[in-house]
């Protein structure tokens, strides 16, 4: 199975932008992303706020979430 292709900061802003979405709504804003994609770049996220881990995600994505405040689309916290 082929790799995806990397978020772009479009794709990644719209996520943030919409925490309240479910991944499936997402999906219509997203469409190069599949609802588990979603997902698992939300649960990075969340694992970036709670635990400061940056495992799965990018440099684009860790500028982003220092440089602009956010909502953690799975516990609602805002950074």
Not at 5 to 26: A, G, S
Not at 32 to 48: K, L, P, Q, T, W
Request: charged share 30%.
């Amino acid at each position: 199975m082929a790799r995806a292709k990397n978020w772009n900061k479009e794709e990644f802003e719209i996520l943030l932008q919409n925490p309240r979405l479910t991944d499936e709504q997402l999906i219509s804003y997203l469409p190069e992303r599949s609802r588990g994609a979603i997902g698992v770049v939300r649960a990075f996220i969340h694992n970036y706020h709670k635990r400061g881990n940056v495992s799965g995600l990018s440099r684009m994505m860790i500028s982003r979430l220092e440089r602009d405040p956010w909502t953690c689309p799975l516990c609602d916290e805002k950074q």
